[in-house]
DNA sequence: CTTCAATGTAGACAGTGGAAACACAGTTGT
DNA sequence: ACAACTGTGTTTCCACTGTCTACATTGAAG
């Protein structure tokens, strides 16, 4: 596919300056548009305008830019977790907070779908231990907002971790359902406010309710 | 039409007499050894011992064939998770039934991991309704659980489906954490422990507390 | 026996990821 | 100033893949 750029420069430098990051952004949006199969290092090169050899030194494989855009993807969810979680910070109810944080974790996983899954495949390199980091990293806001919970005495005491893990994993269940296309995506919503209620009652403590703040 | 093969494995004929079949089988072995990445139609067709267009003849397409696989794998997943639950039919009681069939379904998605991603992976034939269809089939079993549940007093009123789905959901999200790597495989069984307690605690009847509300 | 549809074969094509050798340009050491 | 070095992009080549088209072989139906 070669684009004609009528643009300024018409004469392109020896070296294109920036081809990394570039191809990060075509194939983001590449990503987005036709899912990680049909990426094509080749293709990116072209639509970049630059030797289909090129890509490789900044990426020695494939997968390794998949791996990449799985990074930054798990970077860039980490962030929108992180806004859902301040913006709402100490002012709302524990309840409210969780939802917006489970809220904004689906919609950020439907609006991207073939990243999430990219995300979420099980192959990436051996040593893609950044992937694994960057994964982590967005996880670990989950379990600190269990631990909120669990201080404040909307949740039972018990390993945050591994509660966090199932409220993510919910979550995550769910987004899978819906970008596989088990499920319409206008039951998204719905589905997160039943996810999220029944969280909250089954994970709550047990016997004398004290509610956090009543209502 | 069905062709019987005669028994013993002479002079190879002509006509494979089963491609189809051993594509599939071969496909499968290949799935679970590499991945659906590294699934060559070719490879298969040499595996098999006959010529590399071959493989057309019954899957018009790469994907075809994977749909296939998926399709198979979630009539699978439908035969395990079935067996899970006639063997416990009426005797126990409905939090181990409960318990059963996920941990059934966990460990099934654990063991056939790269079948696992494939069934759930969003790229599909347009028309690949069977996928789908087979995937519906084996989920509503969760829904007729639920169903179960709701009729013996143990899980309060509402749609099965919605809440099915929270269930199928979170176990669906374990098992993605456990194959991708995010969690190790020997936190599994304690992770679905946690998440069915958690989910029976969260759907059983109680004093309502929060009852659904919109947005 | 002839015909026909199903199934398998052979060859060609475009496209891909990857490797090697080479070309250009900015930086650095002297 | 200038030569060497290093990072980056280019060219050329290879093995391999999925897919297409024309042809071969077969068993069964008419």
Redesign the interface.
């Given at each position: 596919m070669l684009v004609l750029m009528p643009g300024p420069a018409e004469q392109r430098p020896y070296h294109h300056g920036n081809l990394r990051t570039a191809l990060l952004t075509a194939a983001e949006r590449g990503l987005r548009e036709n899912?990680a199969?049909q990426l094509s290092l080749r293709d990116l090169a072209r639509e970049i305008g630059v030797s289909h050899a090129a890509p490789r030194r900044h990426f020695a494989d494939r997968r390794a830019l998949l791996d990449a855009l799985a990074e930054t993807g798990f970077a860039r969810l980490g962030a929108t977790l992180h806004a859902a979680l301040t913006e709402s910070d100490g002012e709302r109810e524990f309840?409210t907070r969780v939802r917006d944080a489970v809220s904004a974790y689906a919609h950020f996983a439907v609006e991207n779908?073939?990243l999430y899954?990219l995300m979420?495949?099980?192959?990436?390199h051996p040593g893609a231990t950044l992937v694994?980091q960057a994964?982590?990293a967005a996880?670990g806001q989950m379990t600190d907002l269990i631990a909120e919970g669990q201080a404040h005495g909307a949740l039972e005491q018990g390993d945050p971790e591994?509660?966090g893990?199932?409220l993510?994993?919910?979550?995550?269940?769910?987004t899978?359902?819906v970008?596989?296309?088990?499920?319409g995506a206008e039951r998204l919503?719905?589905?997160v406010?039943?996810?999220v209620?029944?969280?909250?009652?089954?994970?709550r403590p047990l016997g004398p309710?004290r509610s956090p703040s009543g209502r």
């Amino acid at each position: 596919m070669l684009v004609l750029m009528p643009g300024p420069a018409e004469q392109r430098p020896y070296h294109h300056g920036n081809l990394r990051t570039a191809l990060l952004t075509a194939a983001e949006r590449g990503l987005r548009e036709n899912g990680a199969d049909q990426l094509s290092l080749r293709d990116l090169a072209r639509e970049i305008g630059v030797s289909h050899a090129a890509p490789r030194r900044h990426f020695a494989d494939r997968r390794a830019l998949l791996d990449a855009l799985a990074e930054t993807g798990f970077a860039r969810l980490g962030a929108t977790l992180h806004a859902a979680l301040t913006e709402s910070d100490g002012e709302r109810e524990f309840p409210t907070r969780v939802r917006d944080a489970v809220s904004a974790y689906a919609h950020f996983a439907v609006e991207n779908a073939a990243l999430y899954e990219l995300m979420n495949s099980s192959k990436h390199h051996p040593g893609a231990t950044l992937v694994t980091q960057a994964a982590a990293a967005a996880f670990g806001q989950m379990t600190d907002l269990i631990a909120e919970g669990q201080a404040h005495g909307a949740l039972e005491q018990g390993d945050p971790e591994e509660v966090g893990i199932i409220l993510y994993a919910t979550v995550q269940g769910i987004t899978t359902m819906v970008n596989s296309g088990m499920i319409g995506a206008e039951r998204l919503d719905g589905l997160v406010d039943t996810a999220v209620s029944q969280f909250l009652r089954g994970a709550r403590p047990l016997g004398p309710q004290r509610s956090p703040s009543g209502r």
